[in-house]
C-alpha cells in the first residue's frame, strides 16, 4: 500500500507549570523521506512526538497528517516507539508481537508471517520463544522496533530507535526502514547520534529548548552554514591574522582554518599570499552536521 501523505505540526505547544517544552513548534515530515529529530536533553523531542502520537495533549497548535487534522483513526494506523519502552517482561518474544500485531487488526496467520520475518531480519529467529526480560537490552530494543513497524503503518514516529542497537542491528534496522519510506510513509525519528542522523536523513529538524533552531535538507542546512576554507601557505601562514576580512580560527604553520567575510576578503587573502611568497591551497569546506549542530545551539 502506497501512500503520500505529510506529517505537518503547526505552532505546536505544551507548558508544565512555568515551563514551556515545546515552544511554537513547526515542521513538516514529508512522505517517503527520513526526518531525523535532534536536540540535546530536554529540548522538547519526546514531548513533541507524544503530542503527535496523541498520548499528550498540547497546549497550542496542532497536528496534521494528510493536509488535514489527524484523526483518532489517522492515528491507529501510525507506528510508534515510545520512550518508554512498552514491553510485557513476562511474555515469549513472538506471542508478543502476534499480540501487538493482532490489535492493529492483521489476521492472526499474517501477524505470525510477518513478524517471524522481521525476527528474522533484526538476527532475532532464533529467540522467538524467549521471554522479553531475559533477551539483553538491545535485543528488546530490536523487539520494540518490530513492534512499531507492523502492519504497514502510514507514519512511523520512532522515539530513539537506534540508541543501545549493534551495528548489525542498524544495518537491519535501516533497510526495514527503508521498505517504509519506499512505500511513501513519512519517518520521523530523534537521535543523538549525528553521525547516524547524517548518513540517513533526507531532512533534519533540530530543536534547542522547544523551538526549532534549523529545518531542512541537510545540504542546504550545510550551504546556510558558515563557510570554512582551509588556506596553506608557502612559509608560515601566521600573517593571515592580519588581513581584513578574514578571520582565522586556526592557524598552525603554513596551514590554516579560515571564515572569509566576503569575495573583497578572498582576493585581499590571495594578493598579500603572493607578495608573501604564494599559496599552495584554498579549499572551501562544507560544514558537517555536528558543526551545523553545535553552530544553531550554541
Ligand atoms: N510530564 C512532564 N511534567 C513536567 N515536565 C516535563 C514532563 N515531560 C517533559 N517535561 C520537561 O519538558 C522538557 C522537554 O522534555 P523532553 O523529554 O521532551 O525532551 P527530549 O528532547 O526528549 O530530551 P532527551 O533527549 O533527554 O530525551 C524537559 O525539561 C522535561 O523535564
Known sequence: MTTTDSLEVRGLTRTFGDLTAVDDVRFAAPPGLLTGFVGGNGAGKTTTMRMIMGVLAPTA???RFGGRPVTRADRRTFGYMPEERGLYPKQPVLDQLVYLARLRGIPAARAKAEVLDHLDRLGLAGRSKEHVEKLSLGNQQRVQII???MGSPRLLVLDEPFSGLDPAAVDGMVDLLAEHTARGVPVLFSSHQLDLVERLCERLVILKSGRVMADGAPAELQQAGRLRHRFVADGDAGWVRGVPGVHAVDVDGSVALLE????????????????RGGVRELTPLRPTLAQIYREVTA
Do not use: I, K, N, S
Open 260 to 275: 572569509l567575510a566576503d569575495d573583497a576578503a578572498v582576493q585581499r587573502l590571495l594578493a598579500t599570499a603572493l607578495e
Open 147 to 149: 513492534a512499531a513497524l
Open 61 to 63: 497548535g496542532e497536528v
